[in-house]
């Protein structure tokens, strides 16, 4: 009787390929979503991962088995100050190149540090800024070639209860709503130089996707990698019994993707869909555990209080961008019945 062939499953999804570390700390946002909102609307916002504890709310969704009752959900808190609009960004489009650049509009690094505490300079060293009235009144006559109007926004690390960094990140966000150009450019302008809360972004109760840099492992073999199985240890292996499958002959076996290799795993940007937001606040108090989060400790300014988990290690920015597949519409913010501030320290 011969060998049976034997069947197992594709290792890890081929769109998440090739498998190296992540370009940048605070992901790049690759695409935007349409948002009815009659208001112009920036669409996204980052907030630092504090850690994790759990609550029990009223759930809410509709046709569930448990709707109307307590349910145990497992939360992610980030901490989530306002951000600083440090530069306004204008897009001209054209269909052989996409989007191109008509120009931008910083403020003072001198306020922002005056004003906010912001060092600005330790992102862009040796900026030189024009005067930022001139500058915005350039880019009002290039309005009619405008075809997107973004704003660069710079976190404040200095507010954030389990940082002890002084340095902004910085992440460009879109300008959204059902309005017309000229109403985005207007509000982008008058937000120039100003601060905005995760509250003029999102709501409570709403979903939102989720984008970061999961944690880093290093360099790791097949087994760890991609769970391929062990080779029987009660054998001797000449060539070792972690070693991963495919023929050693010819060497180019191995350069296909699909061939499980040893190589870099975590530290990967990755997107998470659909994470509902239960509740902003502004007492860290009311949701750090006795003795403070692990490796972070106090929420000490507004927070953003997540459904599951997310991607990366505390202290991670971690970027919040309006859906753009959303599962389903919440009726509104969920009934929270009960917040675990139990130490998370062990015994």
Avoid: C
């Avoid at 500058?135 to 973004?150: I, N």
């Avoid at 840099?213 to 991609?226: D, E, L, N, S």
């Avoid at 949701?287 to 989060?293: L, M, S």
């Avoid at 309006?322 to 062990?346: A, F, M």
């Amino acid at each position: 009787m011969g060998a049976r062939k034997k069947h197992a499953p594709r290792r890890g999804s081929l769109g998440l390929r090739p498998r190296k570390r992540a370009s940048r700390l605070v992901p790049r946002i690759r695409s935007w979503p349409e948002v009815d909102v009659d208001r112009p609307i920036p669409l996204a916002f980052i907030g630092y991962k504090a850690g994790m504890t759990h609550v029990y709310i009223i759930d809410d969704r509709p046709g569930s088995i448990t709707e109307g009752r307590e349910i145990f959900v497992p939360v992610t808190i980030l901490e989530a100050p306002p951000m600083v609009t440090v530069a306004v960004r204008v897009y001209g489009y054209d269909l052989n190149i996409g989007l191109y650049t008509l120009g931008e509009a910083w403020a003072q690094p001198e306020m922002l540090k005056q004003q906010y505490n912001l060092d600005i300079d330790r992102v862009v060293p040796r900026l030189r800024v024009p005067d930022p009235e001139k500058t915005v009144k350039k880019l009002e006559e290039m309005l009619p070639k405008v075809y997107d109007v973004r704003i660069i926004a710079a976190t404040q690390p200095r507010l954030v209860g389990g940082l002890s960094k002084k340095k902004p990140d910085l992440i460009e966000i879109k300008i959204g709503g059902k309005v017309s150009i000229e109403d985005k450019f207007r509000y982008a302008v008058e937000l120039l130089g100003k601060t905005f809360s995760v509250r003029d972004v999102f709501r409570e109760g709403q979903l939102v996707d989720v984008i970061a840099v999961t944690k880093g492992k290093g360099f790791q073999g097949v087994i760890k990698r991609f769970g391929v199985k062990e080779l029987p240890r009660w054998h001797k292996h000449r060539k070792g019994s972690r070693s991963g499958p495919g023929a050693r002959s010819p060497a180019t076996s191995f350069s296909w993707s699909e061939v499980p290799q040893p190589g870099q795993m975590g530290y990967h940007r990755r997107t998470e869909y659909n994470k509902r937001i239960l509740k902003i606040g502004d007492n860290g108090l009311e949701v750090t555990p006795a003795g403070g989060f692990l490796h972070y400790g106090i929420v000490r300014s507004t927070y953003v209080m997540l459904a599951g988990s997310v991607p990366g290690p505390v202290k991670r920015p971690i970027v919040l961008r309006h859906p753009v597949r959303p599962s389903w519409t919440p009726p509104g913010p969920p009934k929270i019945v009960y917040v675990s501030l139990s130490s998370k320290q062990g015994n």
